[in-house]
């Protein structure tokens, strides 16, 4: 039989092992999820920004219009006697929006142009504006809408279309 002290000394060691292992445990899981929080909290950091150019063009003249935007993809807003239309895109881009009211390389890329950009006036005729007008972005009124979300508003009237010529318009 063994004597009471050493029993009680091994219970006593069990119960210090458990309560070490215990603790152990918790540190462990405490890191864990501290270690979690960390790698959660980095994906919720923000490295780029999401930039909004809108262009609105209102048409105040009796012609219906149509010109190429989108990058060269083919894509031809039509926009019809005294109404408007817009187009809208992002870019990623830093925390703050550089260039307030001087975004020509944007406006260059919507319109597919190298400083010249045709209009087609109800299909018969056609205008060219080489670096001034609408493919000039000095001419549209800007708004800031949001600290990353500009707007640019160009409006058509009867003098855009003075130098207007014939043309046979086959983008249809």
């Known amino acids: 039989m063994m004597p009471i002290f050493s029993l009680l000394n091994f219970k006593a060691m069990k119960n210090k092992l458990k309560t070490s292992l215990y603790f152990l445990l918790k540190i462990f899981g405490v890191i864990c999820l501290f270690i979690g929080i960390i790698l959660n909290f980095n994906r919720c950091i923000k490295t780029d920004f999401i930039h909004t150019y809108e262009f609105v063009y209102i048409n105040q003249t009796d012609y219906t219009l149509k010109f190429e935007v989108a990058c060269g993809l083919n894509y031809y807003l039509v926009i019809l006697p005294q109404s ?6 992002q870019s990623e881009g830093g925390k ?77």
């Open 96 to 172: 703050e929006m550089a260039n307030k009211g001087n975004h020509q390389n944007v406006l260059d890329c919507l319109l597919s142009n190298s400083g010249k950009s045709p209009i087609f006036i109800d299909a018969t005729s056609c205008v060219e504006f080489f670096e001034s007008g609408f493919v000039d972005i000095s001419k549209y009124q800007y708004k800031m809408v949001g600290k990353l979300h500009i707007k640019y508003t160009y409006i058509f009237t009867e003098a855009d279309f003075i130098d207007a010529k014939p043309f046979n318009d086959n983008t249809n």
């Open 84 to 89: 408007s239309s817009d187009v809208k895109f």
